[in-house]
């Protein structure tokens, strides 16, 4: 386990104790902004999580896909043949 992990807080709705796990940043500005919403679970019952796992899991999915969505920006030609 790494520093950024710390101990639960406070009982939340439910009587659920939030994990309060850190998370280190990407270093990818989309991912870590999509990644920011599992902070919502520390504050919802057992039985919201998943709406918000899924919502986590296709913003990361959206995101990996644009990856190899063609980029409007002109750039160099991949062509390397002289």
Same mark, same amino acid.
Request: no cysteine.
């Given at each position: 386990m790494t520093d950024s992990i710390r101990q639960g807080g406070e009982p939340g709705p439910g009587g659920a104790v939030p994990l309060g796990v850190g998370r280190e940043p990407t270093g990818n500005v989309r991912v870590d902004a999509v990644l920011e919403r599992l902070r &919502?679970? &520390?504050? #919802? +019952?057992?039985?919201?999580? *998943?709406?918000?796992?899924?919502?986590?899991?296709?913003? *990361?999915?959206?995101? #990996?896909?644009? *990856?190899?969505? +063609?980029?409007?920006?002109?750039? +160099?030609?991949? &062509?390397?043949?002289?």
């Open positions: &919502d679970v &520390d504050h #919802l +019952p057992a039985d919201g999580h *998943l709406e918000v796992y899924e919502d986590v899991h296709r913003g *990361l999915r959206d995101t #990996l896909t644009a *990856l190899d969505a +063609p980029h409007s920006r002109p750039g +160099p030609s991949n &062509d390397l043949r002289s």
